[in-house]
């Protein structure tokens, strides 16, 4: 019998040994505290976008503004035109309405600050989660009662592995570093 691991096994093996030492130069190199937008405090928008308002008072649903979450690798920030879709009539004296209207005019995309980010090496996409009925909530907080988005949940690897297992999803290091 030969016990040696076959090609493929190999392969996985090499890969995760790279990942590990990627992850630990990554991990020394870019400390938790740096990176944008983690922890609790949001980040300053180009404009005073409330989901409160949006997604709370008025019941626009999620998928409305981002349409790529059923079947994209992303959920999408909305368009400045999808914006307009309401905002030629809607709220036109607000001046925050009016900074949108500039952009509109200008034909300018709005530069939006990320708040949820994984680092480059870590694989996710939405929709498996999507299409498998986990809330937006789950892994992004009560979003339609924030004035400004904060990271409200922090998705390390540690909570990733352990939905990951009681849901009996792939826990394979390849499954989320690829
Ligand atoms: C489906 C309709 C709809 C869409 C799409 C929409 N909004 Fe709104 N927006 C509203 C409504 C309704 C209000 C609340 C107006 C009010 O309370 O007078 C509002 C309020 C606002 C306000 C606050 C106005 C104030 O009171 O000062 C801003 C700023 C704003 N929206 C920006 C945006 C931006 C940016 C987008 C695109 C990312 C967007 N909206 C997309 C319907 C929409
Ligand atoms: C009217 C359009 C609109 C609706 C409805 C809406 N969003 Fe958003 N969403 C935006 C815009 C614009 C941004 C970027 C600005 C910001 O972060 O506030 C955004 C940002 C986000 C982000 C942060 C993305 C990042 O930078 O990491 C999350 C998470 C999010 N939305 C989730 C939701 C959820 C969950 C719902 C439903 C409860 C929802 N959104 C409804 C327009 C919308
Ligand atoms: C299983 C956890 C999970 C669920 C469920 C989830 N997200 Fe996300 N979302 C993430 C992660 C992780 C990121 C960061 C991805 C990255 O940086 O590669 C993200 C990023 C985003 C972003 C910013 C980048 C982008 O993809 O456009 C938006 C907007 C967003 N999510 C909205 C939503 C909405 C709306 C829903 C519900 C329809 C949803 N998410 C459901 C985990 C989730
Ligand atoms: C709340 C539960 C939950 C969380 C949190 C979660 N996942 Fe998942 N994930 C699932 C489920 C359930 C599936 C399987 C869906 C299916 O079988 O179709 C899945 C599937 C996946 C897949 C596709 C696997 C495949 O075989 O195609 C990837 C990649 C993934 N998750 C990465 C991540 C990453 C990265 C994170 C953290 C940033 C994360 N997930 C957080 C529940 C979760
Ligand atoms: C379900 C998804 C998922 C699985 C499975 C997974 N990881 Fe991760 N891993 C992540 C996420 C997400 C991060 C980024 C964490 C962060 O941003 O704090 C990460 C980060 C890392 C890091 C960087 C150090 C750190 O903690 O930030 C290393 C090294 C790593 N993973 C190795 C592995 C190995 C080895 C396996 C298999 C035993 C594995 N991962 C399985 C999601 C996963």
Redo the contacts with the bound molecule.
């Keep these: 019998m030969d016990h040696r691991p076959g090609p493929r096994r190999r392969a996985r093996l090499i890969a995760a040994a790279l990942l590990v030492a990627a992850g630990i130069v990554t991990a020394t190199l870019w400390p938790r505290g740096l990176r944008p937008g983690r922890g609790s405090e949001p980040p300053p928008q180009p404009?005073?976008?409330?989901h409160r308002?949006?997604a709370g008072?008025?019941q626009?649903p999620c998928l409305?503004?981002h349409v790529y979450a059923r079947h994209g690798a992303v959920a999408g920030?909305?368009?400045?035109q999808?914006?307009?879709?309401?905002?030629t009539i809607?709220?036109v004296a607000?001046?925050?309405?009016q900074?949108?209207q500039g952009y509109w005019m200008r034909q300018e995309p709005?530069a939006w600050v990320r708040v949820f980010r994984q680092p480059d090496f870590v694989f996710f996409q939405h929709r498996p989660h999507v299409q498998a009925g986990i809330a937006c909530q789950t892994c992004h907080g009560q979003v339609e009662r924030m004035d400004r988005v904060r990271e409200a949940v922090v998705l390390d690897m540690d909570r990733c592995v352990a939905c990951h297992r009681a849901q009996q999803a792939s826990i394979d290091c390849l499954t989320c570093h690829r």
């Design positions: 404009i005073a976008f409330s308002v949006h008072e008025n626009i409305y503004c920030v909305p368009s400045v999808r914006c307009m879709g309401c905002h809607t709220a607000s001046a925050e309405v900074k949108l709005i």
